[in-house]
Every structure is written in C-alpha cells, then in structure tokens.
C-alpha cells in the first residue's frame, strides 16, 4: 500500500484554467503538507495542516486554496493558473509537526501552457 | 530564522570513491536536521535524521552525517559510492515553530563507473 499518494500524476492544463491535487495518507499521520518543487528543485513549503487545521500559510497566492475534509486527505485547489505555477507539488504527512519525519508523496507535474 | 546552505549543486564521483555532500545550517534553537534523497521522477526519501541524540548518524544505503555545533555543519559522507547513489540530496532544518521543514537548493551527485 501507497503510504502517501496523490492524483493526478501529471497535469498539463491551460492559463486561467482551475484545477485540484489531491493526497491521501494512510499511514494515520497528525500533520500533512503541501510543498512546492520550482524547475530549480528548490522545494518550499506552501501549508501545513495538523488535525484539520491550518497551521502554516506562507506567501503563496490566494489563488490556492487547501482543504482538508479528514485527516487523512489534503487536496489543494488552484484557481486562475498562471504560468508561473508549473511546478511539482509534493504532498508530505509527519506523525506530528516537522521534527518528526516526514513522508512524501510521489509529486504531481503540473505544466501550465 | 533558519536556514540551510548546501555547498556544491553538482558533485560527481567516480564508483568506489568516497562520497561528500557539504551542508550548514543556521539556527538559533537547537536544530533538527535531516538529509532526503530524490531519484529521478520520484518523491523524496528520507535518508537520515539528526535530533540532538548523537551526533554521528547513521542512515539508510550506508550513508551518515555528522553533527558539529561549533561548525553548525551535517556533512553527509558514503564511503563508497555506487551507481545507484546518483540522485537529487537536499538537507533540510525544521524551522523555529517545529511546523515545516526548510531545504537547501539540493546537491545533484552523479556516479560515473
């Protein structure tokens, strides 16, 4: 079994468009992430949810929006695609909060044309 | 705040030889400090954690890294590397509230035979 998994894989959409990654954790994991990887690899941390809640929103654009309906699932919606978002998003899950170990998802390869 | 430099964005050693990946942190709590590994197309993996228990830390694949305060250094070293080795390092420090990792720019190693 997947211990963290997302969908889709790869996502090729256009400009303006609006679209949602989804993750799921089945490892019964408290906190989950949502990480940005650029075409540089450099990887940021976009949110983080411990049980449901909000507990970190860096400056990313209001055009993203996570939504954690349990805590086993994080999706992330993007409204308004703009170029700039084409990137690899990395979902993660930890036991706890972010001295605990955590564990990525596969990616999902977002192109933006 | 914290952060994390990693010194070299590309290394390449020959098979057999000793592998060295730099990284210092700043932190201004005691750090926790992690080494993942990303192959190709893939999520990222942990490859060893330090969280002030000792400080030489062994990891998965015959890697470990070393602690040292005085040089607020977590070299990740192999003392032989081998093809499969070949992949994306980053080193990461949880940030001061403990809610989300922060990476380095990654270190690519490639392995020539």
């Known amino acids: 079994d997947t211990a963290v998994s997302q969908t889709p894989k790869y996502l090729v959409t256009q400009m303006g468009n609006d679209k949602s990654i989804k993750c799921e954790q089945n490892?019964?994991?408290?906190?989950m992430y949502w990480y940005k990887q650029d075409s540089k690899k450099f990887l940021k941390i976009m949110f983080s949810?411990?049980?449901?809640?909000?507990?970190i929103n860096e400056t990313v654009p209001n055009r993203f929006s996570p939504k954690s309906p349990d805590k086993a699932h994080l999706n992330l919606h993007i409204n308004s695609l703009e170029l700039g978002d084409s990137a690899v998003y990395f979902c993660?899950?930890?036991?706890?909060?972010?001295?605990?170990?955590?564990?990525f998802g596969p990616g999902t390869r977002l192109l933006v044309l | 705040a914290q952060s994390v430099t990693q010194l070299g964005s590309h290394v390449s050693v020959s098979e057999g030889a000793l592998v060295l990946l730099r990284c210092n942190y700043s932190s201004s709590v005691p750090p926790y400090l992690f080494w993942y590994v990303q192959y190709p197309n893939q999520g990222l993996q942990l490859l060893l954690k330090y969280t002030s228990a000792a400080t030489l830390v062994k990891g998965i694949n015959g890697f470990e890294a070393e602690f040292k305060k005085s040089e607020t250094s977590f070299h990740l070293t192999k003392p032989s590397a081998h093809m499969s080795d070949a992949a994306e390092y980053f080193c990461a420090v949880s940030d001061q509230a403990g809610t989300a990792l922060i990476f380095g720019k990654g270190t690519t190693l490639s392995v020539s035979s």
């Open positions: 993660a899950s930890s036991p706890e909060v972010a001295k605990e170990t955590q564990y």
């Open positions: 490892l019964g994991h408290d906190t």
């Open positions: 949810y411990n049980n449901k809640e909000l507990i």
